[in-house]
């Protein structure tokens, strides 16, 4: 799957699941994603990156159960170098970075205690991991990229389970008018078999480009810190 199918298959979730109902529940945390298994026998690295979250249905007194969908963008390796122009312009450098991406998206199934000021829960999630790599080169006095390609990409299903905890900063802890909390999570996601590529698995010889691909499964653990706000400010079920 290639990454304006994936893009077009993220677009069709995000307007079905925002088409069921009016969120209730949004989140966001900065986030560590762990190898595990075969994945952690190629990437000897830790990927750093940030996901987002927006359950539809929050726990509430009436029912401790939730439901939502889970987005997370990590990276898990980078390189860097400093080339000429050009073989005609050898008096001109930019740089060459190529960045190793993990995109993830999940539904989530959520139970967990609907009330109180410091509120745990479990997790249940079922999607995929799009996994690419891509090259960019940037000029000195700007931060766009003058080009940039994808070198190789793949898709992952996953799914997995999680649990966390949500601490009350402020706002009601019943009707949760005006509540933000702080969360803590963390997630262990068996992912299936995937190609991609990792530090140093891109090879430039002659003019000639050449790739080096790992094939494993994608298990991970990942771990977060970060806030969710309620959007139901209103509600008082």
Same mark, same amino acid.
């Given at each position: 799957?290639?990454?304006?199918?994936?893009?077009?298959?993220?677009?069709?979730?995000?307007?079905?699941?925002?088409?069921?109902?009016?969120?209730?529940?949004?989140?966001?945390?900065?986030?560590?994603?762990?190898?595990?298994?075969?994945?952690?026998?190629?990437?000897?690295?830790?990927? @750093? !990156?940030?996901? =987002?979250?927006?359950? /539809? $249905?929050?726990?509430?007194?009436?029912?401790?159960?939730?439901?939502? +969908?889970? &987005?997370?963008?990590?990276?898990?390796?980078?390189?860097?170098?400093?080339?000429?122009?050009?073989?005609?312009?050898?008096?001109?450098?930019?740089?060459?970075?190529?960045?190793?991406?993990?995109?993830?998206?999940?539904?989530?199934?959520?139970?967990?205690?609907?009330?109180?000021?410091?509120?745990?829960?479990?997790?249940?999630?079922?999607?995929?991991?799009?996994?690419?790599?891509?090259?960019?080169?940037?000029?000195?006095?700007?931060?766009?990229?003058?080009?940039?390609?994808?070198?190789?990409?793949?898709?992952?299903?996953? @799914? !997995?389970?999680? =649990?966390?905890?949500? /601490? $009350?900063?402020?706002?009601?802890?019943?009707?949760?008018?005006?509540? +933000?909390? &702080?969360?803590?999570?963390?997630?262990?996601?068996?992912?299936?078999?995937?190609?991609?590529?990792?530090?140093?698995?891109?090879?430039?010889?002659?003019?000639?480009?050449?790739?080096?691909?790992?094939?494993?499964?994608?298990?991970?653990?990942?771990?977060?810190?970060?806030?969710?706000?309620?959007?139901?400010?209103?509600?008082?079920?």
């Amino acid at each position: 799957m290639n990454f304006k199918n994936f893009i077009l298959l993220l677009t069709v979730f995000l307007i079905f699941f925002s088409s069921i109902a009016i969120p209730q529940q949004a989140g966001i945390n900065l986030s560590v994603a762990i190898p595990q298994g075969e994945f952690a026998d190629q990437i000897d690295n830790l990927g @750093y !990156g940030i996901t =987002g979250e927006l359950m /539809i $249905l929050s726990p509430k007194p009436k029912s401790p159960f939730g439901f939502g +969908i889970d &987005l997370g963008y990590y990276i898990y390796g980078s390189e860097s170098r400093r080339e000429p122009w050009s073989l005609t312009i050898p008096d001109v450098f930019v740089d060459v970075n190529r960045t190793n991406n993990l995109v993830n998206f999940h539904i989530v199934f959520e139970l967990g205690l609907p009330t109180g000021r410091v509120r745990p829960y479990l997790q249940g999630l079922f999607g995929g991991s799009y996994l690419y790599t891509q090259t960019s080169v940037n000029g000195d006095y700007n931060n766009y990229d003058i080009a940039s390609t994808t070198n190789y990409d793949d898709w992952a299903w996953s @799914y !997995g389970l999680g =649990g966390g905890i949500s /601490i $009350l900063l402020t706002g009601d802890p019943v009707t949760e008018d005006g509540a +933000i909390y &702080l969360d803590f999570r963390g997630k262990y996601l068996f992912g299936s078999e995937a190609l991609y590529l990792k530090e140093g698995a891109v090879q430039i010889e002659q003019g000639q480009v050449r790739y080096f691909p790992s094939n494993s499964k994608t298990d991970l653990i990942s771990v977060h810190a970060g806030v969710r706000i309620a959007l139901n400010f209103n509600s008082s079920d």
